[in-house]
């Protein structure tokens, strides 16, 4: 990819903009179409790799600790995520189980674990030999991330449970809606800052060398 200086092109609609550096907490519009084209990034660099390991220390909580836990005629029952997952494909459910686990388990943690390593190994050394592969894993994982979609399931199946048994939330369902919290904000993450991140970076340490 060429990068041209002082252009920048509109993702959404192609049109091309001459470049000026967006002030602080400023963000490029444009004025086209209203997308957004650029951001003030000193801000953004600060705050997304804190926010991912904290997104990251959260997600082992909401794995660890019990989702919900049920008493129904004296009868205790907790579960926690992996447990809910080994009973939808113990009721042959193995589908069910299968997205669950993707989308809940797995593809958070992968693009956790990468996005951390991407931004800890970009602000180190401003680069990383596999830049694009990770970027691209990042942004292909995204749309199967699903928390929330679980989150919104497990309160509207709680609401109903309550009618039946005693169920009282536990502590990963609340891990579960901060994470959602915490990941809608790590989302906000564009490859064309890390970037920008890199480039800079690499223009420092040639000034210092
Ligand atoms: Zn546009």
């Not at 205790?76 to 042959?92: E, F, K, M, P, Q």
């Amino acid at each position: 990819m060429q990068e041209v200086a002082d252009l920048i092109a509109c993702e959404e609609c192609d049109a091309i903009h001459s470049r000026s550096a967006p002030g602080r907490n400023e963000i490029a519009l444009c004025s086209r179409c209203g997308a957004e084209l650029e951001r003030d990034m000193s801000a953004y660099s600060r705050r997304v790799l804190p926010l991912a390991i904290a997104s990251f220390l959260i997600y082992i909580i909401a794995n660890t600790f019990p989702i919900v836990e049920m008493e129904l005629q004296g009868i205790v029952s907790r579960t926690t995520l992996i447990g809910s997952v080994l009973s939808l494909n113990a009721a042959d459910m193995p589908f069910v189980a299968s997205l669950v686990l993707a989308t809940t388990i797995l593809f958070p943690l992968i693009q956790l674990l990468v996005l951390i390593y991407l931004l800890a190994s970009v602000t180190r050394s401003g680069y990383h030999p596999a830049f694009n592969l990770l970027v691209r894993l990042i942004q292909t994982l995204q749309p199967w991330v699903m928390v929330e979609v679980f989150l919104l399931g497990t309160i509207v199946a709680l609401v109903k449970l309550t009618n039946m048994a005693t169920v009282l939330p536990g502590v990963a369902l609340w891990a579960f809606g901060a994470l959602t919290i915490l990941l809608a904000a790590v989302s906000s993450f564009n490859p064309r800052y890390i970037w920008k991140m890199a480039l800079s970076k690499k223009t420092e340490r040639s000034h210092v060398s």
